[in-house]
């Protein structure tokens, strides 16, 4: 199975602040990768497929890059609706498996 | 609009069985590839089981691997997950979420609670 490794696990910042998080594959997934944000108490929400694309209706604030194995997803200027959890996911192979989480805090 | 709306969960003895339904509508469900997704309390997403558009191949994530079975029936919309063999640590919010067309998740469900103690 693939894993999948995020860092940091949390990370405290600021309003307007840049947030850049990090998740590594253990083996090559070419651009097989997606990003979820998750709200306490609340269902997932699909960010960014393919690495780098948005889904509809997620604002130009939210970057994703990477392939292969080196992948990141950026929060342009933090805003408050953005303190959340984040997940990385890829699905280059069965089982799909995801990144245990960045948790987003109010510094 | 998509929706999917899961149900089904509830309290169940270890060792017992459960079936979810996901009950999909805003879209051409027979197209979709069909996932299940669980968060365990306080824990992170864990992938469980997915099964495909096409040819229905279904997959697995180790823990449940024998013990699950993902089924859809596109003449109902509807996605099912027959659990089996439960065990304390299938506890978890479970969701339902739809595979955009060759990509990834693209939309979830609310989620139903599954709580597996004596």
């Known amino acids: 199975d693939i894993q999948m490794t995020q860092s940091p696990s949390s990370l405290s910042a600021s309003i307007g602040d840049r947030v850049t998080i990090t998740c590594r594959a253990s083996q090559d997934i070419s651009n097989y990768l997606a990003w979820y944000q998750q709200k306490q108490g609340k269902a997932p929400k699909s960010l960014i497929f393919?690495?780098?694309s948005l889904q509809s209706g997620v604002p130009s604030k939210f970057s994703g890059s990477g392939s292969g194995t080196d992948f990141t997803l950026t929060i342009s200027s933090l805003q408050p609706e953005d303190f959340a959890t984040y997940y990385c996911q890829q699905y280059s192979s069965h089982p799909l498996t995801f990144g245990g989480g960045t948790k987003i805090e109010i510094k | 609009e998509v929706q999917l709306v899961e149900s089904g969960g509830g309290l169940v003895q270890p060792g017992g069985s459960l079936r979810l339904s996901c009950a999909a509508s805003?879209?051409?469900?027979?197209?979709?590839?069909m996932h299940w997704v669980r968060q365990a309390p306080g824990r992170g997403l864990e992938y469980v089981s997915a099964i495909s558009s096409s040819d229905g191949s279904t997959y697995y994530g180790d823990s449940v691997k024998g013990r699950f079975t993902i089924s859809r029936d596109n003449f109902k919309n509807m996605l099912y997950l027959q659990m089996g063999s439960l065990r304390p640590d299938d506890t978890a919010v479970y969701y339902c979420?739809?595979?955009?067309?060759?990509?990834?998740?693209?939309?979830w469900g609310q989620g139903t609670l599954v709580t597996v103690s004596s």
């Open positions: 393919a690495a780098s």
């Open positions: 979420a739809r595979e955009a067309l060759g990509t990834a998740v693209d939309y």
């Open positions: 805003g879209f051409t469900f027979s197209r979709h590839a």
